[in-house]
């Protein structure tokens, strides 16, 4: 457990609504990350941040906005969401000190755009 | 940029006999290599990682993995399946070092079905 929380866990919308979905940690990991996870894809980046301020697009960015203010938490946002964006998001962190790379991930919120 | 297959999307197995989850990687430059197991409705957990040294790691419950560098492999082992281990695992690679940020690239899962 890296003391990452996911909210909510659980959400319904409707298409053309916006949805921000919220990841939280208390361990002061630099390093935060928002993924997908849909059948026969595995998981897929969408956004990383590496510090306030900082953040880069990842593999499925499109239609997905983040936003890093401070250090425990990063925002992940559907401006306007799709049924192709009904899924699990899974926050994570990478623990990136005596040189290791681990990531460990968050609860999982699974959306549902109808 | 690197890439993850992992060659069987379902494997049923009966208990207590042995099970191989293969994972094939593709990358141009060193990488770190990373088993993740879900059990249902739950989020992913760690189960065992390669960074460096011995290329034969191995977890707290009785799995292991062999880092394979000339076949690009890093296939994951059990030699007695329980019950339990009913799941899906996922295969995961990483740049090592440098700078990646961390971000990791999966491959498709493969579900684990253990029967009695």
């Known amino acids: 457990d890296a003391g990452i929380t996911q909210s909510p866990r659980h959400k319904v919308t409707e298409t053309g609504t916006p949805v921000t979905l919220r990841c939280h940690q208390t361990e002061n990991h630099r390093y935060m990350y928002w993924y997908r996870q849909d059948p026969g894809h595995g998981l897929r980046l969408i956004h990383y941040?590496?510090?306030?301020?900082?953040?880069d697009k990842g593999e499925v960015s499109d239609g997905y906005s983040v936003s890093r203010s401070k250090t425990e938490d990063f925002l992940l946002t559907l401006e306007s969401a799709t049924s192709s964006q009904t899924s699990v998001y899974f926050c994570?962190?990478?623990?990136?000190?005596?040189?290791?790379?681990?990531?460990?991930f968050g609860p999982g919120t699974r959306l549902t755009v109808l | 940029a690197q890439s993850v297959t992992q060659l069987d999307s379902q494997v049923p197995v009966f208990e207590e006999a042995p099970v191989e989850l293969r994972c094939n990687y593709s990358s141009s430059v060193s990488v770190y290599l990373f088993w993740y197991v879900q059990y249902p409705n739950q989020g992913l957990q760690l189960l065992l990682k390669y960074l460096s040294g011995s290329t034969l790691v191995e977890s707290i419950n009785g799995f292991e993995a062999e880092f394979n560098k000339s076949q690009t492999s890093f296939h994951l082992r059990k030699p007695s399946v329980h019950i339990s281990d009913t799941a899906e695992y996922f295969c995961a690679v990483n740049r090592a070092g440098g700078t990646s940020y961390g971000k990791l690239t999966f491959g498709q899962g493969t579900i684990l079905t253990v029967h009695p």
């Open positions: 941040s590496y510090g306030v301020k900082d953040t």
């Open positions: 994570a962190i990478t623990e990136r000190g005596s040189g290791e790379d681990t990531q460990y």
